[in-house]
């Protein structure tokens, strides 16, 4: 991967004006992604994973919404494009696949419709190619008979069923990076398996990058190639995968390890590992914007000169004057590794298998 | 689909048949004989006897509602106290009166709600937010009447552009009949569009606000097909509905505004019938109102199914 990277965050900040100041959620977010490489967000909720990913391409509320610093997409930088200049970004050069399938789908509309009216903006193709086309992408995402589908609407699919549809919309215009946020959080964890496992063989296939948002730093260990963990809108640790699970650095991410539920013993859910809340972006302490929750810290410097990031050899960065102790460190890497157990073989059969419950998770439609 | 259709159906006529039974109540739970009460001063021995035996009222209670319900679906609802007159027929003569200001007042309704709560939802906060806001509190918190009673004294008393009051046919002269329609309308559909402007702005709102509208944005989607496809269309159903409920509640309930333009409305003729304790033709008001509100809902529901395929398919 020593190729350049089709995408390049430089200094994004976003911000909201909110009634009570300014919310500075994302500040300063730098990082590359390279073609088929896999880049992990994780941090937990509110630490600006969502927002930093929609505002490259603008889809948060602009204005409460303000954005600055580069979002080099290969030649073109984001930021100052217009709206209009934007649609041809959107869903075409980066693809999105968001959280709950039960809601990213228009409920009145049959599902290749929804999978099509992208396509129709973005490529020139007739009518029939375009049908081809979609029949092709719900095909490769794992829906038996497509071509008997395209009509169904989609609380005629179970939540696995629609997030696979989610899926071929976000990939649907070949996208040089497809953004999956959090794409199997609303899933159960078989289905959430087959999703991981979709995404990958997809990425294979189609050489896209991937950006995986996630709360979970026990499903990044199999699927990411490098690692971003955010706290209060900033990267505190990054690295490739396996130099962040031989020994984690930062106190944030030893947490966030600790915090995780270990195989086979889910009582050991030790939420309180890492004591108290993420601070409120319109009031971000002084200092380490960690360290009020911080289990490591030792003296009076964190509470009042900001940690810079650092790179401490091989790519491996942390924002912190500390690190944790090897011991300590690995024993919450070694406990917070889950590897995905890719689901046996062929995925058409589970995908058939998966019809079968189609009502699954479609009792609120 | 069919099978909805048929499930509504079914519904629909036997709510009719349980509001059948709550009518004919009516004319046995008014103390006393109510044709002796209609007929109060102006007493007479022999009308007494041809109204009692014409309401069926010397016979037991199960054979009497059979029968008023037989005579009813062939279109027989008795006749009047106090005139003697069909009650069918003085319905019928009624019924095109408040027809047609319900549905003018529900349009008049709809062309001001339409634009005022999409143009206040798409402005959130802004401006012409506030001024729809505004309109629409004021709008449903003063009484439809005194509007009336404004317009009259605007249009008839002071600039003698219409005529203050009454009601002429459209097909017998209808410029007549516009000009004498105008006021009720506009003050009947002036508080139905507060109304409606309000579900308008929440049903567009919640559109917006949903997550897969969003997800329309991030497929590179132009705004005005993703407001088209993705927000209108979806705030159709909830709009829908409400228009028609409006519609139904109109039909049943424009008493005053019928009284303040003397307009001879169902309204006006209800009104009537329970001063002058004239219960067939009550009975008769009561029951072409309910049947029309529930034909209405039933239209407005497999409308809504028209436009939701979870419902269709359910
Ligand atoms: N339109 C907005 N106006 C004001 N604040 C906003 C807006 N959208 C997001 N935020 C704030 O931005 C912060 C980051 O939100 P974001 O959705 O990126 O979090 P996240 O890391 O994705 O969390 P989660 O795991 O819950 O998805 C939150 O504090 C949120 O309140
Ligand atoms: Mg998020």
């Given at each position: ?24 959620v ?36 602009m ?11 290969g ?8 709206e209009?200049?934007?649609?041809h ?13 039960m809601t ?21 193709l007739?009518d ?79 050489g896209?990058?991937?950006i ?6 026990g ?71 960690f360290?009020?929750?911080c ?43 889950i ?16 019809v079968g ?9 | ?14 709510a009719?048949l ?16 109510p ?34 319900l ?84 605007l ?60 997800f ?40 005053v ?27 008769g ?5 309910a049947a ?21 398919s359910?």
């Amino acid at each position: 991967m020593a190729d350049d990277p089709i995408l390049s965050v430089r200094d994004l900040h976003v911000s909201f004006r909110t009634k009570r100041g300014l919310a500075r959620v994302v500040r300063g977010l730098d990082y590359d992604l390279h073609a088929g490489e896999t880049l992990a967000i994780v941090g937990e909720s509110g630490s600006g994973k969502s927002v930093s990913t929609l505002a490259m391409t603008k889809l948060i509320p602009m204005p409460p919404g303000q954005v600055s610093g580069e979002v080099w997409l290969g030649d073109d930088d984001l930021v100052p494009l217009s709206e209009k200049h934007l649609l041809h970004y959107r869903g075409r050069r980066i693809g999105y696949v968001f959280q709950d399938p039960m809601t990213s789908l228009n409920p009145v509309h049959p599902i290749g419709r929804q999978l099509t009216e992208g396509m129709r903006y973005h490529l020139e193709l007739s009518d029939e190619e375009i049908r081809e086309r979609a029949i092709d992408l719900l095909q490769k995402v794992g829906i038996p008979s497509p071509e008997k589908r395209l009509d169904d609407y989609p609380h005629q699919f179970s939540g696995g069923m629609r997030q696979r549809v989610v899926i071929a919309i976000g990939l649907s215009c070949d996208p040089e990076v497809l953004v999956a946020d959090e794409a199997t959080t609303a899933l159960d964890v078989t289905t959430q398996a087959q999703i991981v496992e979709l995404i990958g063989r997809l990425q294979d296939e189609l050489g896209m990058g991937v950006i995986w948002i996630t709360h979970d730093l026990g499903v990044v260990a199999g699927i990411a190639d490098r690692v971003l963990v955010m706290y209060a809108g900033q990267v505190v640790e990054a690295a490739d995968v396996d130099a962040l699970y031989a020994r984690p650095r930062h106190p944030y991410t030893v947490g966030l390890m600790r915090s995780l539920p270990v195989l086979g013993d889910l009582e050991r859910r030790d939420l309180a590992s890492i004591p108290g809340l993420p601070p409120s972006p319109t009031a971000l302490p002084e200092g380490c914007a960690f360290h009020p929750r911080c289990a490591f810290r030792d003296d009076d410097r964190c509470a009042t000169e900001a940690p810079p990031l650092r790179d401490i050899g091989d790519g491996h960065l942390i924002r912190s004057f500390y690190e944790v102790p090897e011991e300590i460190a690995q024993e919450a890497a070694a406990e917070a590794r889950i590897e995905i157990e890719p689901p046996d073989a062929d995925d058409v059969g589970d995908a058939a298998a998966e019809v079968g419950s189609r009502s699954g998770r479609g009792g609120e439609t | 689909m069919a099978g909805y259709v048929a499930k509504r159906v079914a519904q629909s006529l036997l709510a009719l048949l349980g509001v059948s039974v709550v009518v004919f109540a009516l004319i046995h739970l008014v103390p006393g004989d109510p044709v002796r009460t209609a007929l109060g001063t102006r007493f007479d021995q022999e009308l007494y006897e041809v109204l009692r035996a014409r309401a069926g009222l010397d016979q037991p209670l199960v054979v009497q509602y059979f029968d008023w319900l037989f005579r009813a679906l062939q279109g027989d609802l008795g006749v009047s106290f106090r005139t003697g007159q069909p009650v069918t027929e003085a319905l019928m003569q009624r019924l095109p009166a408040t027809a047609l200001l319900a549905v003018s007042a529900v349009l008049v309704g709809l062309v001001i709600a339409l634009p005022a709560g999409i143009i206040s939802a798409v402005r959130q906060g802004k401006v012409s937010d506030y001024v729809a806001n505004a309109f629409s509190q004021i709008g449903v918190s003063i009484p439809d009447f005194w509007y009336g009673i404004l317009l009259i004294l605007l249009f008839a008393q002071t600039l003698r552009w219409l005529p203050p009051f009454g009601y002429t046919s459209l097909l017998e002269d209808p410029v007549d009949g516009l000009q004498r329609l105008i006021m009720p309308a506009l003050t009947t559909g002036v508080v139905t569009g507060a109304i409606l402007t309000r579900f308008v702005r929440s049903s567009v709102l919640e559109a917006m606000n949903s997550e897969h509208v969003r997800f329309a944005r991030a497929k590179g989607l132009p705004q005005r097909h993703v407001f088209r496809h993705h927000v209108l269309r979806n705030a159709w159903n909830p709009i829908v509905t409400i228009t028609g409920l409006q519609l139904g509640t109109l039909l049943g309930g424009i008493v005053v505004v019928e009284v303040v333009f003397a307009w001879p409305g169902i309204g006006r003729l209800a009104l009537t019938a329970v001063e002058r304790r004239d219960y067939p033709v009550l009975q008769g008001a009561v029951l072409l109102i309910a049947a029309a509100f529930l034909i209405i809902n039933l239209v407005v529901d497999l409308l809504y199914a028209k436009l939701d395929p979870r419902i269709r398919s359910s």
